[in-house]
C-alpha cells in the first residue's frame, strides 16, 4: 500500500483536556503525551470518555477546557491545517450505502486533495483486498468488508495520525482478524496511532503504551513493556472497579 | 447529489407532493378565468414552499444517518464549505421541482406558458428558501423532532421570501410592468443576501458539538 513517510514530526499532546456535556462530565482533565510513530492504546469502560477523546483530537468536538497539539500545533487553532494530517476509522464507516467503494475513495480523495488520486485509490484497495468488490456499492458489503473499505478512506490521503475508535465493534471473529491484521501493519512506520477498544488482549497486542480511562480521567498509563508479565486483565479490573 | 439521482427518494416524494397540491387546488378551486387569477400565485407557492420542507428535511437527515456529517466534518476544509455544497444541492434539487411544477401549473391553470420574469422570481425565492432551509435542517437534524422542527422552524422565517414571491408572481400573471414588482424583487435580494451571509457565519456553531 501507499505509506509514505509523513513531512513533519506529529506528536499529541494533550493538556488539562475537559469536556462538558450540559453539567456531566465527559473527561475530566486529561494528561497525555504520544510520540511520533507511537502506538497509543485507550482501554476502559463505556461511558469511560474514549470516545470523545478521540472525537475532540479528531476535530469532530471541541473541548470545554485544556488543548490538543499535534506536532505543536493547537487542534483547536488550525482545525483545517490538522485535518489534512488526521483521519478517523470510527464505530461508522462515514462511507455513502448509495455509492460504489470506487466512488467513495474518489469523492473523500477530493475532499482531501489526494494527487494521483486514482493510483492510489488501487494500492490502498488492493492493500485492503477490496479489489473485487471495487465497483459495488457500500450498501452491498458486510460489515467487515464495509470497515475495510472505511480504513481504505482513512488511510487514502496518508495521514499522520491515524486515530481508531472501537475499530472491531460488531464485527465476527473472521472478519476481526482481518481488520486487526490490517491495522498491524500500518505499525512500524512513522505514523502515530491512538486507538480504543474494550478488546484487552488485541489493545496490548498493538499498543507501545496504553492507558486506561474511567469516569473521564485517566486512571492508569504504562508502556507494553511496563505492563510485560503483569495479568492486564486483573490491572483493568482493578482500576475500572469491574472486577468487583 | 449522485446518492438522490441513484435513490430518488426526496425528489420524487417532493414532485409528487406538488403535483398533488396543485391538482386538489384546480379541482376545489376550478380553473375559470377571473376566479382563478387572484389564487392561482398563492397556490403555486404554497405547492414549492411545502414541497420545499419536505426536501430540506432530509437534507442533512441523510448525512446524519451513516455519520456521514462527521465524515465530511474529517475533511480538511472550513465548515462553511459543507453548507455551500448542500446549498447547491438544495438549490438544484428546488429548482428541478420548480421545473416540472411550474408548467404543469401554467396549463392546470390556464395560464401563459412562457413567462421568463415568472422564472427569474423563482430562482430568487429558491436561493432563500435553500439558504435558510439548508440552515434549519442542519439545527432540526439535532433535535429528536427533527420531521416537525423543521417546518416550525423555517416557515415563520420565509415568510417574507412567500409573500414578495406571490406578490411578485401575481404581477407577471397580470402582465403588469417590472416597476410594478421591483419592490418584491428587492425584498427578495436582500433577504437571500442576509441569509446567506447568516447562514455561512453560523453553521459551523450549528454543526459542531
Known sequence: MNEGVPASPWTIEVRGLTKLYGESYALRGIDLQVSQGEHLVIFGPNGAGKTTLVKIMSTLVKPSSGSVRFGGINVRDKPTQVRHQVSLVGHQTFLYDDLTVYENLKFYGKMYDVSDLESKIRDVVAWVQLEPRLHDRVGT??????????IARAVLHNPSILLLDEPEVGLDPHASAIIRDLLGSISGGSRTVVMTTHNLERGLELGDSIIILDRGKVVYQATKHEVGTLD????YDQYTGTGK | MLTELRTKEVIVSVLVFALLVLVIFSFAMGTGAG????LAPGILWVALTFGGV???????????????LEGLMLCPMDRAVIYWGKLA???????????????I????FNLPLFLPRLAFIIVLAIIGFAAVGTLFSAVAINTRARDIMLPILFLPVVVPVIVAAVKATAAVLAGRPWGDMLTWLQIMIAFDIIYLVIATLVFEFVVEE
Request: hydrophobic share 50%; aromatic share 12%.
Open chain 2, 105 to 108: 401549473f401554467l396549463a392546470l
Open chain 1, 232 to 235: 492486564f486483565q486483573q490491572v
Open chain 1, 141 to 150: 458489503l458486510s460489515h467487515g468488508l464495509q470497515q475495510r473499505a472505511s
Open chain 2, 89 to 103: 444541492g438544495s438549490f438544484t434539487f428546488m429548482l428541478a421541482v420548480a421545473i416540472v411544477v411550474t408548467p
Open chain 2, 35 to 38: 376566479t382563478i387569477e387572484p
Open chain 2, 54 to 68: 419536505i426536501g430540506f428535511n432530509r437534507i442533512f437527515a441523510v448525512e446524519k444517518e451513516n455519520s456521514h
